[in-house]
């Protein structure tokens, strides 16, 4: 066999396989073979008929199309092989040509897409500071006050910010109420941000039974496409008003709090700053890694194929649905309390597909270029881990993941901490 390979655009290309000589006359007599099991002729038990008879009868085509099943599958393998290419996609299969002294097939296969790579080492990309001062842990202290805390009617008083307003509201669109713009006696936190952006600060200082109009404007991403982007009006009443008042920070209130080994106030600050260097860190790590491969990815080069596209959405869906069923739903109910359906979930949960294909191919390429090597005690060190995370006995942790795909796993992982390495130095 003989073949030749041309990329063409969007990572898709041909490969031209010639099939000719001894492969391609066995191929044949296997088809022949094969084809005599098939066919009765009259007068001859089935399968035991003159070859040459069946052979009149059956076709010269016949042939040549059955000969094809027996040589393209290893003609696709040995032309991958010859120009190592990565397929992507399963490959299409076209007779350019056929007769009984050559068979000429074209595949059209999708590749993994070549990464022209820009700037990814010593980026001026710095990680944010993560120390927790004195204010954050006293923050700590204020918010576990506010769990214990009391809501006490003001008798006189006008809503101010943390309050809680018991509220009627309606609203209206050029003049009409809309659906789910009304209720009635409706506790609001004022400051949540629960509500439409502006709407909470125009209840500012209004009094115990006042009415008023309120204008705002829905964003233009709100799932209602209808309201989406469109100015309302509420009319809203406000009814009773409740401050929170804090109770008293000491040893007693901790204990309400019933963390394990914490019951003193001095204890739950400890405990607080952990909690705090623990998270900030967290945060502080995850906002340098996304700036830094938000800047390598933005200075490389590489066009995707749709179906690397399409598979990676597939993907994050399953990932929605498996962690819809960890908190106890199932899709069927998800759709039935949001009204979303399987096209609108794909939609949302896919918007991140090309990012993902895309930080994957860059760090594939980054380890190439950097010749990044991974030994076979570190794909047994990430076999162990994820043995003893998952508490697993190892020897099935080794069938249910395969050594190449913890290699690229970790070779990814290499390039990443190359690049945070070198960063904001």
Known sequence: MSSTWELKEKSTGELTTTVEGETWKKAQKKALNKLVKKVNLPGFRKGHAPVALIKKQIGTQAILAEAIDEVASDALMEGVKEHDLFAVARPNLDIESIDEEKAVLKFYITVKPEVKLGAYKNLDIKKDDATVT?????????ALQGRFADLVLKEDGKVENGDTAEIDFEGFKDG????GGKAESYPLVIGSGSFIPGFEEQLLGMASEESKEINVTFPEDYQEKELAGQPVVFKVTVHDIKEKVLPELNDELVKQAKIKDVETV?????YARKNLETSKAKVAEDKFEDALLT????????EIPQVMIDDEADSLVREFEQRLTSQGFSVDQFKQITGQTDEMIREEVGKDAVNRVKVRLVLEAIGKAENIEISEEDINKELETVATTYNMPLEQVKQLISSDAISHDLRNRKALEMIKETAGK
């Open 266 to 270: 001095d204890a739950y600050k400890e």
């Open 295 to 302: 800047a390598v990815c933005d200075a490389a080069e590489v």
């Open 176 to 179: 009409v109420p809309f659906e």
């Open 134 to 142: 004195d204010e954050d842990v006293e923050a700590e202290l204020t």
